[in-house]
């Protein structure tokens, strides 16, 4: 049975289906990867076929079925954060925040080489990242010439990786949701109570929604992610593809040091308090990491998720004044030229979009790792920036296809029990399709953090209807 929002969302999704299907065949998308396939299938040790028998069974993603307006996307608030030390233990606390420390002079796009310096990106979205800013804030240094990322490669001990065979999946999330039920409380709910639902629609990892956000452009990497309805509330969690655990596990030393490269820049860029020096003699130990946790909300959906922030500049309240660093190869020909906006600049505004993190602080490097130029792109004014180019991509796409997504997501999984989990899987190419798993190890949210619900009052049809919009933060 559906409630009455439920047969509405159902009718506008299959007219959303057959816009797509009638917009594929304008466009000669075949159409045969349009059709809807009963793609259910049930694992697990008790029977699930024809729960919440949805209707429609597979998402297309191909961007002509998205195009329009932007769905609105509420300026992300922060709830609170959370610190991974260098054990990846959890603190609850900013412990591990850090601030923006860089060097004085190396963004002068003057100094960029190649197409860069003539109505390249530099033109269009050059910033000041120096210290003197006081948009950005920071400190000031001076600019030694290049910054040496290689510092340390080869040193035994100086590159500690965290563990990549370890499932966290929404571990951190929940240990931090845990300790903070009561700000979930709405309006007239006493938030002395332990709260029986979190009056939200979706928890999950930022990265997982950049993930979602490129998927209408993605040519290359499919992903799965894993759903569960509890309490009202869907929590999703990714699972790794054999595909990218091959890829991880076959990653090239090159690869490697390339990555060694991006964390070594944020240690050159940043410092443990407000005008302190960056120290570059540490250990690079991927374990340590701050994360901010932000609500907000995408058309219809209400969602709460947490995401690594690289670190924080000036006095404006987070996530405003957060800052996403990142490395790149300098621009030199065209073609890098496209690859970075075409590809690079759609995931880095994606992921500083969804969370809130108004600036990217990009160092281009050469191939010996070493940073030639920093340049500031303000995330608002990526997709402009790119969209007057040929075979580009569109914001509005991307946030229309997350808003299917999750509208998909809560026409399918209905079932509120943790224990059931339904796994949606994607290649590029291909439709999103899903099976449902029950008491099997897909099951993800721990045991103790439902435990903590128990006997509680189960929340009304909270699994039928969106949750509501607006609890007290
Ligand atoms: P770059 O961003 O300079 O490439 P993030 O920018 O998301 O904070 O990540 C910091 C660094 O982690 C990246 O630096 C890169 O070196 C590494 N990294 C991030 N995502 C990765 C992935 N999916 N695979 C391998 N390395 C990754
Ligand atoms: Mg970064």
């Excluded at 024809?50 to 069974?57: A, D, Q, T, Y």
Aim: charged share 25%; glycine share 10%.
């Amino acid at each position: 049975m559906h409630s009455e929002t439920g047969l509405a969302r159902l009718a506008a999704s299959e007219r959303r289906e057959r816009k797509r299907l009638s917009d594929s065949e304008g466009s000669g998308v075949k159409r045969a990867s349009m059709e809807k396939v009963d793609k259910v299938v049930v694992v697990g040790v008790e029977e699930v076929a024809g729960v919440g028998e949805p209707g429609v069974r597979s998402l297309s993603t191909a961007p002509e079925g998205y195009t329009g307006a932007c769905p609105n996307y509420r300026q992300p608030a922060e709830l609170g954060c959370f610190s991974l030390d260098s054990q990846r233990t959890f603190h609850d606390d900013g412990r591990l925040l850090r601030y923006f420390a860089p060097p004085r002079g190396g963004d002068d796009p003057r100094e960029t080489p190649g197409v860069e310096t003539n109505g390249g990106a530099g033109a269009a979205t050059a910033g000041d990242c120096r210290t003197g800013d006081p948009a950005i804030g920071g400190r000031s240094r001076g600019w030694q010439g290049p910054i040496d990322l290689d510092v340390g490669w080869s040193v035994p001990g100086a590159y500690i990786q965290m563990d990549a065979q370890r499932a966290e999946r929404l571990d951190h999330i929940v240990s931090w949701l845990s300790r903070h039920r009561s700000r979930f409380a709405l309006p007239g709910q006493a938030a002395s109570l332990p709260l029986p639902s979190l009056n939200t629609d979706f928890v999950t990892w930022r990265g997982h929604l950049t993930k979602v956000l490129g998927t209408p452009y993605e040519r290359r990497e499919g992903w799965q992610l894993a759903a569960t309805l509890f309490r009202g509330t869907r929590y999703m969690s990714e699972v790794e593809t054999e595909a990218a655990r091959r890829e991880r596990e076959m990653r090239s030393l090159r690869q490697k040091q390339m990555c060694y490269w991006g964390y070594k820049f944020e240690q050159y860029m940043t410092a443990d308090r407000p005008g302190g020096e960056p120290d570059v003699s540490r250990p690079v130990n991927t374990n340590e990491g701050f994360c901010t946790v932000v609500r907000t909300r995408l058309a219809g959906h209400s969602l709460v998720f947490a995401g690594e922030v690289d670190c924080r500049a000036g006095e404006r309240p987070p996530p405003s004044s957060y800052v996403e660093l990142k490395t790149s190869r300098e621009v030199v020909t065209p073609g890098q030229r496209f690859t970075l906006h075409r590809f690079k600049l759609m995931k880095w505004w994606a992921q500083s979009f969804l969370i809130g993190v108004p600036r990217i602080v990009v160092g281009f490097r050469d191939d010996s790792g070493h940073v030639q130029h920093l340049q500031t792109y303000e995330t608002l004014k990526i997709p402009k920036m790119v969209g007057s180019e040929e075979k580009m991509w569109n914001a509005a796409v991307s946030l229309n296809f997350c808003e299917a997504f999750l509208s998909f997501l809560k026409e399918v999984v209905t079932r509120d029990d943790p224990k059931v989990v339904y796994l949606f899987s994607w290649e590029p190419g291909a439709d999103v399709t899903y099976r449902v798993y029950e008491n099997s190890e897909q099951t993800f949210l721990p045991d103790w953090y439902i435990e903590q619900f128990r006997d509680l009052p189960k929340p009304g049809m909270m699994e039928q209807s969106t949750a509501p919009d607006s609890p007290i933060v």
